[in-house]
């Protein structure tokens, strides 16, 4: 009986988004994979190199290393489990700040910026060719300056990740503005709005799509210019305590503080998926 | 109903020599209309035929106010227009439609920024997505619509802003036969209920005899004629098939193929 039971038709397969999970058993085989020969090339060096431990720690050297993070407590913590993860939180949580404040800040100026000079010709004239300008410095060489100006504060890494993260959203955002559809925005004047109207009413909101999709990458790099930030001029944040484990020459602890960052990047990417995905439902894809 | 019409001053259009030139890239000038005079009368309805480029989406356009006339006046109610404006409603070829709202906050749009509040503003919305057939979809996104309920859409958020003239440029030219051929009866019901004047541009004989009441036959730059549609209305798909409409048909087939024959004036043009 009970086979008739089973027998019970199945809901029907999902598919969209989800759909896209069918991959992810042949996505974690890779890992493993990896992870497998990571493993071997470590055995590799352990058994040829005079010092693997800098060279390449094997997978299980790196998780003995997370008590050793609790040494960034300051001389004389007791090497932990617990004093491992205090360490953990409290820098993630100063670079995670620090990169929420310089996502917001930058974030708003970027935008506001492009929406300014999409608005006004005579404004984009006078300001377009300066803001490219400043597009085109690297954007590392001007860490001195600002530490310099900030010295080693968060103020200075906010500042910086704030400055980079503007200059890359204006420019996304700007042509955003450019690829509204100008049928829509001429449907919109013969329907009755104002030019103030067309820009609040049909440039903006549909400008989102490909500023929401030019923030991912931003995101990506984000960290990275955080990082830099926090190796040169910081005093805490997961940039300082992974520069210092360079100097010590752990090469261990490096690698985990490199895994936890991975594993923040990919969560923000995660959560701004998902925002992307509430606010651009309406978007045609294609097939 | 309508409550925007007022009485006495009815709705007209009138077109006073109207030229337009306008520049190429490298600096010659085109004539695209010229001395084009035409009255159309409240709730008329007009279709403008010509081979392309013979100036009939310049000519709605000049009316639309999205181009200025080089020479000549536009009147609507015997005041010059200038700019676009919500007393004249456009429907595009293409898809103009707010990707990122709903149906029915498509359309809404013209009431909304004009700041109706909004539990009328639903009503009057919901009376123009029933009158196209949308019902069902109020709360879908365009992108899961098909183009025809697409341009019905679109439709409806010209209609629901009441405006006093409807234009339309080639709306149905990206639709398939059967999908078209419902659109213009669904125009035909619309119009019937609510008559207003309309000028509606198309490359399609057939469309333009189907509706209009009169045919204005454009050919470079130019009114060529103008020709009376002699059916009455209400007209429904019966009149497709009818010997006089193939007669008027052809004819029309006829003098837009004659191309550079010496311009006649139609009876009342």
């Known amino acids: 009986m009970a086979e008739v039971m089973d027998a019970a038709p199945r809901p029907p397969r999902r598919t969209g988004p989800a759909a896209g ?14 992870l497998a020969a990571w493993w071997i090339a470590s055995a590799y060096v352990a058994a040829h190199a005079a010092r693997p431990d800098i060279l390449l720690p094997s997978p299980l050297d790196v998780v003995a290393a997370i008590p050793r993070l609790a040494v960034f407590a300051g001389p004389g913590t007791e090497l932990s489990y617990a004093n491992a993860l205090g360490v953990i939180a409290y820098h993630s949580a100063v670079s995670m700040a620090t990169l929420l404040g310089g996502l917001a800040i930058g974030g708003a100026i970027g935008v506001g910026l492009a929406l300014l000079l999409g608005w006004s010709r005579r404004l984009r004239l ?17 860490l001195p300056l600002f530490l310099s100006w900030f010295g080693g504060t968060r103020t ?124 651009t439902r309406w978007v045609p894809r294609q097939k | 109903m309508l409550a925007a019409q007022t009485a006495g001053a009815p709705p007209h259009i009138r077109l006073q020599g109207v030229r337009k030139v306008m520049k190429t890239e490298r600096g010659a000038e085109i004539v695209a209309l010229s001395g084009v005079d035409l009255d159309i009368a409240e709730g008329e309805f007009i279709a403008v035929i010509g081979p392309s480029g013979c100036g009939k989406t310049t000519l709605l356009n000049q009316i639309a106010g999205l181009a200025e006339p080089s020479q000549g006046r536009i009147l609507l109610h015997g005041k010059e227009v200038h700019g676009p404006g919500r007393d004249r409603g456009v429907v595009f070829q293409g898809d103009a439609i707010f990707y990122w ?22 009503d009057h919305a919901e009376r123009y997505i029933r009158l196209v057939g949308l019902a069902d979809f109020a709360e879908l996104y365009p992108k899961e619509l098909s183009g025809g309920m697409r341009k019905r859409c679109q439709i409806a958020t010209v209609l629901a802003n009441n405006p006093d003239v409807l ?26 209920r609510e008559p207003r004047a309309t000028v509606f541009v198309t490359h399609d004989i057939e469309e333009a005899l189907f509706l209009a009441d009169r045919i204005v036959v454009m050919e470079r730059g130019r009114i060529r004629r103008i020709v009376d549609v002699p059916f009455g209305r ?13 007669d008027l048909k052809a004819e029309l087939w006829a003098l837009l193929e004659g191309g550079h024959a010496p311009a006649a004036r139609g009876h009342d043009g």
């Open chain 2, 101 to 122: 709202r709903t149906v029915r906050r498509n359309v809404e749009y013209g009431l909304e920024i004009q700041g109706m509040p909004k539990a009328e503003r639903r």
């Open chain 1, 126 to 142: 006078v300001f377009e060719g300066p803001l490219l300008l400043v597009r085109i410095i690297p954007l590392l060489s001007l």
């Open chain 2, 167 to 192: 234009l339309m440029d080639e709306p149905f030219g990206a639709l398939d036969y059967p999908t078209k051929c419902q659109l213009q009866e669904e125009v035909l019901r619309i119009h019937t």
């Open chain 1, 21 to 34: 999970r069918d991959g992810r058993p042949l996505g974690f085989a890779v890992v493993l994979v990896l």
């Open chain 2, 234 to 246: 209400p007209r429904d798909s019966a009149l497709r098939i009818e010997p006089a409409f193939s």
């Open chain 1, 156 to 279: 200075g890494a906010v500042s910086f990740v704030a400055f980079a993260v503007a200059s890359m959203v204006f420019v996304n955002a700007l042509e955003a503005i450019r690829n509204v559809s100008p049928l829509v925005q001429t449907y919109a004047r013969t329907l009755g709005a104002s030019a103030a109207t067309v820009y609040r009413t049909v440039v903006v909101p549909a400008m989102v799509p490909e500023l929401v999709g030019g923030l991912r990458v931003v995101l990506g790099l984000a960290w990275a210019i955080l990082l830099a930030a926090e190796f040169l001029a910081a005093q805490s944040g997961l940039g300082r305590i992974l520069i210092l484990a360079q100097q010590y020459l752990d090469t261990s602890r490096m690698i985990l503080i490199v895994i936890l960052i991975m594993f923040y990047t990919y969560i923000f990417d995660r959560a701004l998926a998902l925002v992307a995905r509430s606010l």
